[in-house]
């Protein structure tokens, strides 16, 4: 594990829009606090971060779109309406972020899995002393 920060990646390189650069700016930070906080922060995963930030931007882009539009698009001249695609880029990305977080010990099942258990100290009471084997 590293104590170094991971630099993050230039996001303008990434993502064209400003509005999609500030949202993998806002997600590189809370991911990189969430491993830093489980102690589970290396440079073997920073290329994993960076698709788990590229599909949380993409999944949250979808996911506004779907949001104004729904998920069903009706068009005028047909009388049938058509799934949006964003639905389908929102249902990929997510499956695709489940399964980077679980590999990163994000989510809670997997977090018990590569954390260490901290244990308290152990309190002396009274009846420690009583229950003692006698010598």
């Known amino acids: 594990m590293s104590n170094e920060q991971i630099t993050a990646p230039d996001w303008t390189a990434i993502f064209p829009e400003s509005t999609d650069v500030a949202e993998a700016e806002d997600q590189w ?3 990189m606090a969430d491993l830093q906080a489980a102690g589970t922060l290396a ?3 920073a290329h994993t971060v960076i698709r788990l930030v590229e599909f949380r931007v993409q999944y949250r882009k979808a996911a506004r779109h779907v949001a104004e539009h729904g ?4 068009n005028k001249r047909a009388k049938v309406g058509q799934w949006n695609p964003y639905w389908s880029a929102m249902q990929q990305a997510d499956a695709r972020i489940v399964v980077l977080e679980s590999k990163l010990g994000l989510d809670p099942v997997s977090r018990g899995k590569t954390t260490k258990v901290q244990r308290g100290k152990t309190k002396t009471r009274a009846a420690d002393a ?6």
């Open 43 to 45: 440079d073997a995963n």
């Open 71 to 74: 998920a069903i698009l009706s």
């Open 29 to 31: 930070r809370a991911v």
């Open 130 to 135: 009583y229950l003692k084997a006698a010598d």
